[in-house]
């Protein structure tokens, strides 16, 4: 077995031994650097895989969130439109006066009696 010195600028000096063992080194230190390189490419391709899918996710997201204010937006629009039983809260088909509605005749006469007499305006 015989040892070399050989002296890499860049790396200071660096002792290697000749033969069959020194090239046997050799390999496992050249496997070392390709197996470092490989994981290495993986861990990117993975972390560029994670952000291509989370950007993917993200747009989804907000395209979810616009179509889910929109029909929010027009769902309440809709409501507004409705009049709504004072007394039980139902969709309203009866009008009393400017501020009052029911959704039948039963309501409006629970409020009636209940407190509405007394302050009804409309035209008796």
């Not at 007394?87 to 501020?99: G, K, P, R, V």
């Not at 029911?102 to 309501?107: F, G, N, T």
């Amino acid at each position: 077995m015989r040892w070399n010195f050989v002296k890499e600028p860049q790396n200071g000096p660096n002792f290697r031994l000749d033969g069959p063992l020194g090239l046997r080194l050799d390999f496992e230190e050249e496997k070392k650097r390709v197996i470092a390189a490989a994981i290495e490419k993986v861990q990117f391709e993975m972390n560029e895989a994670r952000r291509i899918s989370e950007d993917q996710l993200k747009n989804a997201h907000l395209m979810e969130m616009a179509t889910a204010v929109e029909r929010h937006k027009t769902e309440i629009s809709e409501v507004k439109k409705k009049q709504w039983c004072y007394n039980c809260e139902a969709e309203a088909i009866y009008h009393c006066c400017w501020n009052t509605s029911y959704c039948s005749v039963d309501c409006q006469q629970v409020h009636w009696h209940k407190e509405h007499k007394r302050t009804c305006r409309r035209k008796r």
